[in-house]
Structures are given as structure tokens and as C-alpha cells.
């Protein structure tokens, strides 16, 4: 008895779960976004008011959206970041943050780069995915008597920091996926796979 009763706990669990958790992260975002502006409201109304700081919240978003739609909203943005430039700590987690989020959403960075690639880094049998840049400078090639290419490996989950490697052509794997899916397969640490229409060939 104990052993169905368990074995349909489990099976409601299961079942149950997606929505759970689902439940869960509509509460989170909305306890974090109503919190944001909340305790500044209650402190001002006299009392908590739920519900008018996340309210207030979204529409602070929408409207940042708009305002930064136009050159002058773009501006301000722009002296803005400025200077948080100037701010040591923030300076780092603002700008990190930001990369990210310019990756996954915005897709920027991605033209920078020819193709993405697989070589085999930091040893043999061990793959790391990297962005072909260009070819590499001659004089490399000279001193090494073979051709050379360029290949930027990035740094996860902030792909604008890497490191360049050297890489002899014969030994560059060219990949399909496109470009900003192979940003978003990096900044994920490879969570975010590529689908069906990520792949150049099927495009």
C-alpha cells in the first residue's frame, strides 16, 4: 500500500512540477519587480500598497524603452554609461552585465567575426569552440612555413573577453550554426544548443 501511495506521489509530483515552478518564477518576478518600488511607496502612502510597485515598475521599463528608442534618449544612455565608466565596482558588474545581455538579445559583437570554429584547445582531444577573425600575419606564416588563421577563443559568460590563438588551417573546424547562436551557446556554457534554424546550410 505504502509503495502505491508513494509511486502516486511521485507521478503527481512530476506531473505537477512544470507548473510549480512556473508559479514560482511569476511569484519571484513579481515580488522582485512589486519590491523594487514598494517600500518606497509604502513609506510615502503610509502604508504597503501591492501590486502599485510592480505595476509602477513595468511601466518605468516601457518607458525607458520608448525614451531610449530616439537619438536623444540614446544619448543620454550613452553620457550615462560614461560615467559609470568612472565607478570602480560598478564599473565592472554594469559592463559584464552588459555584454551579456548584448549578446543574447541584441546580437551584437557576432559581425566582428567570420565564422565560428572548433579547434582543438588547450590540448589535443580537448575542443574549444572560437570565431575565425581573418588570416593570420604573414610573417607568422613565414617563420612557421604553413598557413596560419586567426581564431578568437571566448571567455564565458562574457564572450567581448577572450584570448587570440594562432591555429594552422588544416587543423580549423568550421562550423554551421550561425554566428549569434554560437554567442548564445557560449555565453550559456553550452545550455542554449542551436536549433534547426541556427545552422547556415538550412537557413
Known sequence: MWQKI???FLRGLVTMLPLLVTIWLLWFLFSFLD???GGIIGLIAGRPIPGLGFLITIFL???TGYFATYIIGAKVFKWGEQLLQHVPIIKSIYFSVKQ????L????????FRRACLVEYPRKGIYSMGFITS??????????NQKLI???IPNTPTPATGFLILVPA?????????????FKYIVSGGVLKPAAEDILNQA
Open 6 to 8: 508513494s509511486g502516486y
Open 35 to 37: 519590491g523594487i518600488l
Open 61 to 63: 521599463i516601457f518607458f
Open 100 to 103: 551579456v545581455n548584448d549578446v
Open 105 to 112: 538579445f541584441i546580437h551584437k559583437g557576432a559581425d566582428e
Open 135 to 144: 588570416d593570420a600575419a604573414e610573417e607568422t606564416e613565414q617563420k612557421t
Open 150 to 152: 586567426n581564431v578568437f
Open 170 to 182: 588544416k587543423e580549423v573546424i568550421l562550423l554551421d550554426m550561425k554566428l549569434d547562436a554560437a
